[in-house]
């Protein structure tokens, strides 16, 4: 799994978000030029995870409940992704065809392994707040 555009539109959302204030969706699709049908299926996650507040109604709108410098990238795209593998032969239960057929370990998978572990190792020691605000 690389970065998909769901998680850099939750990125983007959670910028608008940051300074604690309500916000509508439409004003957030227009500050970050976010197309509206994505926006809210990604509120509605972040909503479910803990990360935001939705209001609904006239003065409604969306507010950042979590801390950002709590949240890691990792948590984002779990939240936001559900599955995190680079490859499906990652996934739990995956039954590789190859695997079976010749009966041995396969150095594809367990590269992709490794690679897998530097990606996830990676993306945890990220908070979401270093990322939106910290200069590199």
Same mark, same amino acid.
């Given at each position: 799994? /690389?970065?998909?555009? @769901?998680?850099?539109?939750?990125?983007r959302i959670? =910028?608008v978000?940051?300074? $604690?204030? !309500?916000v +509508?969706?439409g004003e957030?699709?227009?500050?970050?030029?976010?197309?509206?049908?994505?926006?809210?299926?990604? /509120?509605?996650k972040? @909503?479910k995870?803990?990360?935001?507040?939705?209001t =609904?109604?006239?003065d409604g $709108?969306? !507010?950042? +409940?979590?801390?950002?410098?709590?949240l890691s990238?990792?948590?984002l795209?779990?939240?936001?992704?559900?599955?995190?593998?680079i490859?499906?032969c990652?996934?739990?239960n995956f039954q590789?065809?190859?695997?079976k057929?010749?009966n041995?370990?396969?150095?594809v998978h367990?590269?992709?392994?490794?690679?897998?572990?530097?990606?996830?190792?990676?993306?945890r020691?990220?908070?979401i707040?270093q990322?939106?605000f910290e200069?590199v």
């Amino acid at each position: 799994m /690389l970065i998909t555009r @769901e998680t850099d539109y939750a990125l983007r959302i959670l =910028r608008v978000l940051a300074n $604690g204030k !309500r916000v +509508t969706s439409g004003e957030i699709c227009k500050r970050e030029l976010l197309p509206q049908q994505f926006v809210y299926k990604i /509120l509605k996650k972040l @909503e479910k995870a803990g990360i935001i507040q939705i209001t =609904r109604g006239v003065d409604g $709108g969306c !507010r950042l +409940t979590g801390d950002l410098k709590k949240l890691s990238l990792y948590d984002l795209t779990e939240i936001v992704e559900g599955n995190k593998f680079i490859s499906a032969c990652m996934q739990p239960n995956f039954q590789c065809a190859w695997r079976k057929k010749y009966n041995s370990k396969c150095n594809v998978h367990c590269h992709l392994l490794k690679i897998q572990e530097v990606f996830d190792r990676e993306l945890r020691i990220h908070s979401i707040y270093q990322i939106l605000f910290e200069q590199v």
